[in-house]
C-alpha cells in the first residue's frame, strides 16, 4: 500500500465518519442554507451502496468481458473479432448515461437499471483490454511455448493470460473507475448511492449537500483508482 | 489458410438473433396517453393477409446468410446484405403505418411507441449490414454508399411525415420549435469546451514535451481530474464558481456563475486535457531526431522547427487525442443538464424524471448521432493528416 493510498483511504474514512458532525462548519460557509448537512441516509451507507452497486456490476463486466476477449482470439470465436471490434468502436459514441437512461424503460426505476447499465458500460473497457492485451503478445512467445509442446490451453493459461495481465488490468481500471461516476449519476434513475446528495442538492439549491456528495464521490474514485496503481506496479513485468 | 475452410457463423447467426427477437419481443406498445408504457403488440399480431413479404423477408434473409455459411458466394452476401439493409427503412415504415393503423378510433391523446424487437432488429440488421460488407471486403466507396442509402431512406421516411404517428415523432413536434436550440447549446458547449482545451492543452502538451521533467509532474495531475467522476467535478466546481460570482460582481453579469454554461465549459475542458496534452506530448515524441537535426542545420529557429516541422508530423497523433476528448465530451454535455447548462442532455433528463421513454430517446438518439458524427469526422481528418505525413 503506497504513501498516498493510504492517506487518500483515510481521508475518505474520515469525512464519511466526520461530515455528519460538519452542521457548524457547512452553516457558516452557507449561513442561508436550513439544513446545512445531507441526513436523509448516512454517509457510511451510501458509500457502501456505492461500492455495492459498483462492485457487483464490475465484476459482471469483468467476468464476461474477459471471457468476450479470450474468446474472440482463439480460433472458435476469430469470425465474430470484427464484429466485437466493430461494436466496440460504435460504442465510443454511446456516453454511459445514455445507456443508464435507456435501462429504465427496460427494467424500471431503482438499482436495477443501475446495475444494468452499469454492468453492460463496463463490460467494453475489459474487453477492448483483454483482446488488446492478447493481441500484444509477442508471437515468437507463443512460438516457443508450443515449440516446448505445450497445448493451446497450456500456452493460453502460462504465457498468453499472464503477459496480457498488465494491459488487461488497466482496462479494469477504467472500467472500475467509469462505473464509480456513471453510479453516481444512476441516482438520477433512483438508485441510492454517493449521487443521492449531489442530486438532492442540484434539485434543492443546497450547494453544501452537492458538495459533501461530490466530494466524496471524488475521494472514492481517487482511492480505487490509486489501488489499481499500486496493483498495476506489482504486474508490470514487462519492462 | 486453414482458416478460410472453416464455416463463418456471424451473418447466420445475426440473422437468427434478428428474426428472434422480431417475433420474440413487443414491436410496438399502445398506450391510452405518453406517460403509461401500454399494451405490448407483437409482430405477428400485425402481419395480416397483404403483408406476406414480412414472412418472406426473415425466411429468406435466415436462408441466404446459412447457405452463405456453407458457401461463401458474394452474390448470395450481397443478397442478404441487401434485404438487411431495406429492412431497415423497411422496419421504420412498418412500424409507423401501424402505429396510424393502431391509433384509428383512438383518442388523441394514445400513442404508438416502438417497442424493444424494433430496436434490438435494427440494430442487428446494422450489424448484419457491416459484417457482411466485412466479408465480402467491400472498399470504402461501397461501404459510404450503402451506409449513404440506408440513411437516405430513413431519412426520407421521416421528413415525408409518414412517421408522424408514432409517438417518437410526436414528442419532437411537439418540441420542434425550441429543438435547434437545444442542439445548438449542445454544440456551443461543446465547442467552447474544445477551444479551450485545445488553448491550453497544446501549450502544455509542448511543454511537456520541451521539459520533460514538467512533464512527469503535469500527467499525474491531469490524470487525477480524469478519475474525477463528472458529476462530482460539476458539484466541486460550483460553490468556487458561485463564490467567485458573488464576490466580483463583473464575472456574474458576464455569465459567470455556480451553475449553467461556465461549471460546464470548465469542467469538459479540464477533462480534455489529459487526451489532448497526451497526444500532443506523444506525437511530438515520435518525430523522428533526425529531421528535427536536419532542419535546425539548415538554420530554422526552434520556433520555426515547431511550426513548419514537428506540428505536422505531430498532427496524426494530436488529432487522435483531440477525438477522444471531443467525443467523450458530446457524453459529457449531456450530464452538464443537471448543473443547468441546457443542451440535449435536458431533454433526456426530463424524461429520465417524468418516465416518458419517448423523451428520453429524443435525447439520446441526437447524442449519439452527435458522437458518431464527430468520431467520423475526426477520423477523416486523422486520415488526412496521415496522408500528408506518409504521402507515398
Known amino acids: 500500500m503506497s504513501h498516498r493510498l493510504f492517506w487518500v483511504a483515510a481521508l475518505l474514512a474520515a469525512l464519511v465518519i466526520l461530515l455528519p458532525h460538519s452542521a457548524p462548519l457547512f452553516s457558516y460557509v452557507f449561513p442561508q442554507l436550513e439544513r446545512p448537512v445531507y441526513t436523509q441516509e448516512p454517509f457510511v451507507w451510501l458509500l457502501w451502496q456505492h461500492m455495492l452497486l459498483v462492485g457487483a456490476s464490475s465484476l459482471f463486466s469483468v467476468v464476461a468481458g474477459s471471457a468476450i476477449g479470450v474468446w474472440v482470439t482463439r480460433p472458435s470465436g476469430h469470425f465474430f473479432k470484427p464484429l466485437v471490434e466493430s461494436i466496440l468502436a460504435m460504442s465510443q459514441a454511446f456516453p454511459p448515461v445514455a445507456v443508464l437512461a435507456l435501462a429504465v424503460p427496460v427494467v424500471g426505476f431503482g438499482e436495477l437499471p443501475a446495475l444494468l447499465a452499469l454492468a453492460l458500460y463496463g463490460l467494453l473497457p475489459v474487453v477492448q483490454g483483454t483482446v488488446s492485451g492478447l493481441q500484444g503478445v509477442p508471437a515468437t512467445q507463443r512460438q516457443a511455448a508450443l515449440s516446448l509442446g505445450m497445448t493451446a490451453s497450456q500456452c493460453l493459461r502460462y504465457i498468453d493470460l499472464p503477459l496480457a495481465l498488465p494491459v488487461w488490468l488497466s482496462s479494469v481500471r477504467t472500467s472500475v473507475i467509469i462505473n464509480i461516476g456513471t453510479a453516481a449519476i444512476a441516482s438520477t434513475v433512483g438508485a441510492k448511492t454517493l449521487g443521492s446528495p449531489i442530486i438532492i442538492g442540484l434539485s434543492g439549491f443546497n450547494t453544501a449537500y452537492v458538495l459533501q456528495g461530490a466530494i466524496l464521490v471524488a475521494l472514492l474514485a481517487v482511492v480505487v483508482d490509486l489501488a489499481f496503481e499500486s496493483w498495476a506496479k506489482r504486474v508490470a513485468w514487462q519492462h | ?102 391509433l384509428q378510433g383512438q383518442l388523441p391523446i394514445a400513442r404508438v411507441s416502438v417497442g424493444s424487437a424494433f430496436w434490438v432488429t435494427l440494430t442487428l440488421l446494422g450489424f448484419i449490414v457491416s459484417s457482411a460488407l466485412q466479408q465480402l471486403r467491400a472498399n470504402a ?226 447524442i449519439v448521432a452527435l458522437g458518431v458524427m464527430v468520431d467520423t469526422l475526426f477520423k477523416v481528418l486523422m486520415r488526412l493528416a496521415n496522408r500528408s505525413v506518409h504521402p507515398w
Open chain 2, 1 to 102: 489458410m486453414t482458416q478460410d475452410k472453416r464455416r463463418n457463423p456471424v451473418l447466420a447467426s445475426l440473422s437468427v438473433l434478428a428474426v428472434l427477437a422480431l417475433y420474440g419481443l413487443p414491436f410496438l406498445r399502445l398506450a391510452p396517453n405518453r406517460l403509461v408504457s401500454g399494451q405490448p403488440l407483437d409482430f405477428f399480431s400485425i402481419v395480416d393477409g397483404s403483408a406476406w413479404l414480412l414472412l418472406v423477408m426473415p425466411v429468406a434473409l435466415v436462408g441466404l446468410t446459412a447457405a452463405a455459411m456453407f458457401k461463401p458466394r458474394v452474390a448470395w452476401l450481397w443478397a442478404a446484405l441487401a434485404i438487411a439493409a431495406a429492412g431497415m427503412p423497411g422496419l421504420l415504415w412498418l412500424a409507423a403505418n401501424q402505429a396510424s393503423i393502431q
Open chain 2, 141 to 366: 466507396l461501397q461501404s459510404i454508399l450503402v451506409a449513404t442509402a440506408i440513411l437516405m431512406a430513413v431519412g426520407g421516411l421521416l421528413a415525408s411525415g409518414a412517421c408522424s404517428d408514432l409517438s417518437l415523432i410526436k414528442e419532437y413536434a411537439n418540441r420542434a420549435d425550441g429543438f435547434v436550440e437545444v442542439v445548438a447549446r449542445h454544440l456551443q458547449i461543446l465547442l467552447l469546451a474544445l477551444v479551450c482545451t485545445l488553448a491550453i492543452g497544446l501549450p502544455l502538451g509542448w511543454a511537456a514535451h520541451a521539459h520533460a521533467k514538467a512533464g512527469r509532474a503535469l500527467l499525474p495531475v491531469l490524470n487525477i481530474i480524469q478519475t474525477i467522476p463528472s458529476i462530482a467535478l460539476f458539484g466541486l466546481l460550483m460553490a468556487p464558481l458561485a463564490l467567485l460570482a458573488a464576490s466580483v460582481p463583473a464575472l456574474g453579469r458576464a455569465g459567470i456563475s455556480g451553475v449553467g454554461l461556465a461549471p460546464a465549459v470548465i469542467a469538459l475542458t479540464l477533462y480534455g486535457l489529459l487526451p489532448v496534452v497526451r497526444g500532443t506530448l506523444v506525437g511530438l515524441q515520435n518525430v523522428p531526431s533526425g529531421i528535427t537535426q536536419a532542419a535546425r542545420a539548415l538554420g530554422l529557429k526552434r520556433f520555426q522547427i515547431l511550426i513548419a516541422i514537428e506540428l505536422p508530423l505531430a498532427l496524426p497523433v494530436l488529432l487522435g487525442g483531440v477525438r477522444t476528448a471531443a467525443v467523450s465530451s458530446v457524453g459529457l454535455a449531456a450530464v452538464t443538464a443537471l448543473i443547468g447548462a441546457g443542451g440535449l442532455g435536458s431533454i433526456l433528463f426530463e424524461g429520465l424524471f417524468a418516465n416518458a421513454e419517448d423523451v428520453v430517446l429524443l435525447g439520446v438518439l441526437p
